[in-house]
């Protein structure tokens, strides 16, 4: 059974610095690119950033550009997302997504979330 | 960045209607266009890949429809466990932009 299973999420100043990770299990993780998709409360789904298998194509949010750095450590199949210099504006869930490739890449299994929230 | 606009934001159906929620994106996607259904307090599941293709296990009531910029996602038949927020997202190009949803709740 495919599991991703968030961690690092919790309350952080603005300005300050986390860093998540989402542990794979049930899949090779180093066959598929992975994601991290947020939703603030109440709000709509915003993809956030992913990154190729082999780390070689990656790619971020507007938003968060600049901020936040995804990388990925196939030997322990996980995926990390560093965000720094931290906003109220960044508060939400944050879920750990696995791509599917099949005629189109989606997103096919999702983590149940670690939520950040960013307030003093 | 490729905008994805969804219709209706929310609808009242009853069980046994049938539903149809549009997504329109700001330039042509081909048919690189995903549906995924959010439950309150739950992970979003993808229930349509690539405008068209039903997901395992989803339920054939389930159908989606489109290409270009015009997209369609349709429940044949409103059941119970079908009330939740619907979601489009384009994987044309990054970013992947999601819709903004469309809340399905019960007449």
């Known amino acids: 059974e495919v599991q991703l299973v968030e961690s690092g999420g919790g309350l952080v100043l603005p300005g300050r610095s986390l860093r998540l990770s989402c542990a794979a299990s049930?899949?090779?993780?180093?066959?598929?690119?992975m994601h991290w998709v947020r939703q603030a409360p109440g709000k709509g789904l915003e993809w956030v950033s992913g990154i190729s298998w082999n780390s070689g194509d990656i790619g971020y949010a507007d938003s968060v550009k600049g901020r936040f750095t995804i990388s990925r450590d196939n030997a322990k199949n996980s995926l990390y997302l560093q965000m720094n210099s931290l906003r109220p504006e960044d508060t939400a869930l944050y879920y750990c997504?696995?791509?599917?490739?099949?005629?189109?890449?989606?997103?096919?299994?999702w983590g149940q979330g670690t939520l950040v929230t960013v307030s003093s | 960045d490729i905008q994805m606009t969804q219709s209706p934001s929310s609808l009242s159906a009853s069980v046994g209607d049938r539903v149809t929620i549009t997504c329109r994106a700001s330039?042509?996607?081909?048919?690189?266009l995903n549906w995924y259904q959010q439950k309150p307090g739950r992970a979003p599941k993808v229930l349509i890949y690539a405008a068209s293709n039903l997901q395992s296990a989803v339920p054939s009531r389930f159908s989606g429809s489109g290409s270009g910029t015009d997209f369609t996602l349709t429940i044949s038949s409103l059941q119970p466990e079908d009330f939740a927020t619907y979601y489009c997202?384009?994987?044309?190009?990054?970013?992947?932009?999601f819709g903004q949803g469309t809340k399905v709740e019960i007449k």
């Open positions: 330039q042509s996607i081909s048919s690189y």
């Open positions: 997202q384009q994987s044309y190009s990054t970013p992947r932009t």
């Open positions: 997504t696995k791509e599917a490739a099949v005629i189109t890449t989606y997103f096919d299994c």
């Open positions: 049930g899949f090779t993780f180093d066959d598929y690119a």
